[in-house]
């Protein structure tokens, strides 16, 4: 039983993949996770903005635009009007902080054309 006194450090797991351990894992040594990404971009992003200290609640939130901007950004050319309404459905989710952190991320043309269009 803890006592009143003792401080526990948390920390936030994220799993994208497989999580295993050499016993449990909340008390386990030798903690091993196999990280399988499928397209890269998605969880970038999902990664930048849990680092940026947006919780992941509301990055749950503008999931739909995060994936909806992966996948055009996955085309040799995305259309920047895919890219601005990803980033109009996250600021209409409340979520406009997200939206330059996203960008900065991502660091590619067509993003910072589509940011620069909604400024």
């Given at each position: 039983?803890?006592n009143?006194?003792?401080?526990?450090?948390?920390?936030?797991?994220?799993?994208?993949?497989?999580?295993s351990?050499?016993?449990?894992?909340?008390?386990?040594k030798?903690?091993?996770?196999?990280?399988t990404?499928?397209?890269?971009?998605?969880?970038?992003?999902?990664m930048?903005?849990l680092?940026?200290?947006i919780?992941?609640?509301?990055?749950d939130?503008i999931?739909?635009?995060?994936e909806q901007?992966?996948?055009?950004?996955?085309?040799?050319?995305?259309e920047?009007?895919?890219?601005v309404k990803?980033?109009?459905?996250?600021?209409d989710?409340?979520?406009?902080?997200?939206v330059?952190?996203i960008?900065?991320?991502?660091?590619?043309?067509?993003?910072?054309?589509?940011l620069?269009?909604?400024l």
């Open positions: 039983m803890q009143e006194s003792e401080q526990i450090n948390s920390k936030t797991i994220i799993q994208i993949g497989t999580l351990a050499n016993g449990s894992v909340a008390v386990g030798d903690i091993y996770q196999n990280i990404i499928q397209n890269g971009i998605n969880e970038q992003i999902v930048s903005l680092q940026n200290s919780p992941l609640s509301e990055v939130k999931r739909t635009q995060i901007l992966a996948d055009e950004l996955l085309k040799p050319k995305p920047q009007s895919v890219i990803a980033f109009k459905g996250m600021i989710f409340g979520q406009k902080l997200a330059p952190i960008a900065n991320t991502v660091n590619r043309p067509e993003v910072h054309a589509a620069a269009s909604l």
